[in-house]
């Protein structure tokens, strides 16, 4: 069952998950084990990736031990591309922490062969032990990855196309809507599912409606976040805005 937490904003939220990643990084570490972390691109995370970056420079946090996955890529779109997720993670937390690149993944926006490419993910994926905690985003069609609706409980890492709702709104970035590709590379819901631990945040009235079909209806493949609703350690990091229809 999902549990959801409504904090006074989205920097106190945003303190609470980085709090919590830090402690499974110290933990795995006294454990001599690495941390396998999930992670999530688009405005949300990035108050969550500051607090990462205070807590190396501030605290002390080593990300030496740190492995990290990253839920998705636009097709077509190199690591150096400015709006590639990979470019995102260098600009956003990776340049600014001690983690050793050859253990953050993201999936290859292009390559040869994009079916193989889903499955090596997954298979280093299970190489690394699985992932112990996911940060989630949420888009407005329900997707968390770029899982849009209708996606499958069962869905693994593959290739999606695009809805148009999440390319208009990713098209800020972009400057203009034909410039957002119409495809990407994802995990699956049931990769997601394989998380032992999922964070989702969500800020802002642009989130209210989603987060309510998300959390009371019926999960179903037509809003790919409600999935969620069955997971065993699944928490829903709110603010005020994203949390007024509840
Ligand atoms: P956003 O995107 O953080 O930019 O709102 C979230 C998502 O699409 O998952």
Request: with cysteine; net charge neutral; glycine share 8%.
């Amino acid at each position: 069952m999902s549990k959801v937490i409504v904090h006074a904003d989205k920097a106190t939220a945003a303190k609470a998950v980085a709090a919590t990643i830090r402690d499974l990084i110290t933990a795995k570490a006294k454990a001599g084990q690495a941390a396998v972390l999930g992670l999530a691109t688009g405005s949300t995370p990035l108050p969550l990736y500051a607090e990462l970056v205070r807590l190396h420079r501030e605290e002390g946090l080593s990300f030496r031990n740190v492995v990290s996955f990253n839920l998705d890529e636009y097709e077509g779109l190199s690591g150096d591309h400015p709006q590639s997720y990979r470019y995102f993670m260098e600009q956003n937390l990776f340049r600014f922490i001690d983690i050793r690149r050859e253990n953050t993944y993201v999936p290859a926006g292009i390559s040869a062969d994009a079916a193989r490419t889903c499955a090596d993910y997954e298979a280093a994926i299970r190489t690394a032990g699985g992932i112990d905690l996911q940060v989630l985003g949420i888009g407005r069609t329900g997707h968390i990855g770029f899982n849009e609706p209708p996606s499958a409980l069962d869905s693994r890492t593959r290739r999606v196309h695009l809805d148009e709702v999440t390319r208009r709104d990713n098209s800020v970035f972009f400057g203009e809507l034909s410039l957002v590709p119409q495809g990407a590379l994802t995990m699956g819901v049931g990769t997601i599912m394989d998380c032992r631990q999922v964070e989702l945040l969500a800020f802002g009235t642009g989130k209210a409606e989603i987060i309510r079909k998300t959390l009371q209806t019926q999960p179903s493949a037509d809003c790919p976040a409600s999935w969620l609703q069955s997971h065993a350690r699944c928490t829903f990091h709110l603010d005020p805005e994203a949390n007024a229809l509840l």
